[in-house]
């Protein structure tokens, strides 16, 4: 098991910026993926970000693309989300998942959410 630990959301007005942690408790194997989901009230849960532990490669979500950006810390099995230039529209619970690199990734641990709200 993997257990994330998500901190940093809260209520930014558009065209803030805002920081979204997550530490997961070990990483399973070299292939390690991490990553953010959002889902807004009505909506189906959208991939975010991720980024492979091997390499760093990372992948983003066409509508998040230019404005977050994902990194890591490996010494503390930490991801980031680094989110500017924040839209009304990015407003949602955003998800920190763990799992496999298989494309961006296949999640199989999550984190429990947090809420972010972008206001006008």
């Known amino acids: 098991q993997v257990q994330l630990v998500e901190s940093g959301g809260g209520l930014v007005q558009a065209g803030g910026s805002l920081r979204l942690s997550c530490e997961a408790s070990?990483?399973?194997?070299?292939?390690?993926?991490m990553g953010w989901f959002r889902q807004a009230p009505g909506k189906e849960r959208e991939f975010v970000a991720s980024?492979?532990?091997?390499?760093?490669?990372?992948y983003y979500g066409d509508s998040v693309k230019d404005r977050f950006t994902i990194f890591r810390d490996s010494a503390k099995n930490t991801v980031y989300l680094q989110m500017n230039s924040l839209k009304l529209e990015d407003t949602a619970v955003y998800y920190c998942?763990?799992?496999?690199?298989?494309?961006?990734?296949?999640?199989?641990?999550w984190g429990q959410g947090t809420q972010v709200t972008v206001s006008s």
């Open positions: 980024i492979r532990w091997s390499g760093g490669r990372t």
């Open positions: 070990r990483r399973t194997s070299s292939e390690f993926v």
């Open positions: 998942a763990a799992g496999r690199a298989i494309g961006a990734i296949v999640a199989d641990y």
